[in-house]
């Protein structure tokens, strides 16, 4: 008997997760070196973990306001003006959620009426095309290509708006791509917004891990954009921090206050000792944000020259830590590619088309694993793509 | 800090072919620059980070807080140096604060150490006084915990 008539349809139609399924298989197999993972394989720094202890050991056990404690509300306003150029009030213009993906989903669900459109560039993280389902919205990939980067181009992107098309999903650096954007690209996508009337999600999570000195630059702080835009970081990548689940959303009041409804009833509020740690971590955290990426930095460079040494072309993304090299010369798909590789050599990636379809002839590696492992995981990628070409 | 110099202290050992696809450069370039840090006396030496707990033929480390009369023209820096030429003086430092000179041991054993500062490092000329204290055990080494922490799992595969 089955109950699957009582499953919402729009939830039904949902695909699994292609990551999901991947993670089953490689579950089963031991002794695997994996480049499948998307978050740091440092520990959170030190400082913040005992900051969280301090806070047990005094009984900071209770809920908070519903936006967020009023310390981190302000840090966290200090560190966007500082970092990012864009000014947020702290008391109606800053909302502390559980993680960036709550974020995204009250940012979604405050705008989207049902059949609304919302465009997002391909291959891009695996929740945004369900979440934007689950709001009752339609999801319209753009997709990105490896000559360009990744890069999100405005022609591309105009090519996708229609009359319903109400907001722009952003991701840059992106997971899986490693792309990120110029300022020119970002001023030509910033004017479309405008012509069409557009709110835009830019989740920057990664922003931190930008490379080879090159400049950020937030869509949100470039002219007449602030008032549409929701900006969304949060602390995983940067601090290390994915599983104390802590993130923020910083938008026009108006804006806010429509969030704010959902993650009310829904959330209430974000885990108090997170919020706690949180604080530590932006007023104490950037020499431990620095340390890491010049590590990761070290490990890209590495990473990106041994896969184009084996004729696997991949491109030097400027940004997160994931690299997405070409792996179609091998004759393989994607799927074979990465089932090919566990199975033989016990390296896992991840199927580029886990992504989106535009991520079909790619696969993401990532590289926030130590050196020792990337060496290892690259000998064996290099047997593999061997004996795959015999 | 110079990229190059960092890597080399995490890890001394690290090829000049792994520095150069780190630090994307050839490896010729990382060998002249490696020859220029040495020969400019940047890089003074590389060394293996050892628990001395668990090496045999235990070492003892002692910390001496020594003070020093300065002398005209000179300062601290002869006396120091004077001191630091011992094989027994494994690092010298002048510090600020309540004494000058702040010198770390080693010896075989603690009547080794016991009698260097007696008849050695307490009668040199311009030593007013000696202060020593010994190590008895070590948490941490030159960044390196002893503590072997257990490396929290993550998921193979996440999003």
Known sequence: MTFNKHIANHIRDIPKSGIREFFDIVAQEKEVISLGVGEPDFDTPWHIREAAIYSLEHGRTHYTSNLGLPELRASICKYVQKHFHVGYDPRTEVIITVGVSEAIDLALRAVLNPGDEVLYHEPCYVSYSPSVVMAHGKAVAVPTRAEDQFRLTAEALAAHITPRSKVLMLNFPCNPTGATQTRAELEKIARLCIDHDLIVLTDEIYSELTYDNAEHVSIASLPGMRERCVFLHGFSKAFAMTGWRIGYACAPGWLTDAMMKIHQYAILCANTTSQDAAIEALEHGAHGVDSMRREYEHRRNYIVRAFNDLGLSCHKPVGAFYIFPNISSTGLTSREFSLGLLEKKKVACVP?????????????????????????????????VAESKK | MDPLIALLRQNARTSTADLARELNLSESEVLDRLAKLESDGVILGYQAVVDSQKVSGSIVTAVVEVKITPERGGGFDRLAERIAKFSEVQSCYLMSGGYDLLVILEGANLQEIATFIAEKLSTIKGVISTATRFRLKTYK???????????????????
């Not at chain 1, 886990?354 to 590696?365: D, L, P, T, Y």
């Not at chain 2, 080494?141 to 999003?159: C, H, M, Y």
């Open chain 2, 141 to 159: 080494e030159n960044g390196v915990s002893l503590t072997r922490e257990i490396k929290a799992e993550r998921l193979a595969v996440t999003p």
């Open chain 1, 352 to 384: 580029g088309p886990a992504f989106g379809a535009s991520g079909e002839g790619f696969v993401r590696c990532c590289y926030a694993t130590s050196l020792d492992q990337i060496k290892v995981a690259m000998d064996r990628i290099g047997e593999f």
